[in-house]
Structure formats: C-alpha cells, structure tokens
C-alpha cells in the first residue's frame, strides 16, 4: 500500500514540475502588484510599478508602496515589471506618411 502511494506521489509530483517555474525578484526590481478592486473583491487587477525593497523568507519580499509604507507580499501576488524603451512616431509634413524613428528601427532588427 504504501509502495503505490509513493509511486503515485512521483507520478504527480513529475507532472506538476513540467509546468512549475520558481521565481525570483531582485532588491530594487519593479514589479506589478496584483491587488482586489475597490467595487469588488473578487476582481483582481495589477497596480505599480512598485519597488523590491527586501526578501523576507523563500517566497515573500517587502514593497515600497510609497516613501514611507513598506508591505510583505507573496510571490504570486507579483509579476516583474519591465521598462518600455521609449518609442516615438514622427509625420512627415511634407508627404503626410508617418515614419518610425531610429528607437523603433533598431527594434525590429
């Protein structure tokens, strides 16, 4: 009996690891917060970017809300926030054609 449970537990536990990715957040990462709604609850939605200010145990990191509120927060309420590079669209006066500027270019490349 206890023989099946164990192979039963391997079998499981191989089937979750396909899928599992552990994650990591560095001190001073940005990051997006997944937070309730203030209509409801249930509803979640992403607030930020904020800022990792410390690990507290092996799933738990302490965010700059602001200036002066620091809060502890589990893994699966982050999301790492990545900075847009900046991206600008110029009109042409002369043809009325929209061309990309050098910043889009080297994007595509």
Do not use: F, W
């Amino acid at each position: 009996m206890q023989e099946e449970i164990a192979k039963v537990q391997k079998r499981n536990q191989t089937y979750y690891n396909r899928r599992a990715i552990e994650r990591r957040l560095n001190i001073g990462d940005s990051l997006l917060l997944l937070l309730p709604t203030e209509n409801n609850k249930l509803t979640l939605a992403c607030r930020g970017p904020y800022e990792v200010v410390e690990k507290v145990g092996a799933v738990d990191y302490k965010i700059k809300m602001t200036p002066d509120k620091i809060k502890t927060y589990h893994i699966n309420m982050l999301k790492k926030y990545h900075h847009r590079k900046e991206q600008r669209i110029e009109n042409d006066d002369e043809s009325g054609n929209i061309s990309e500027s050098e910043v889009s270019k080297q994007r595509r490349s």
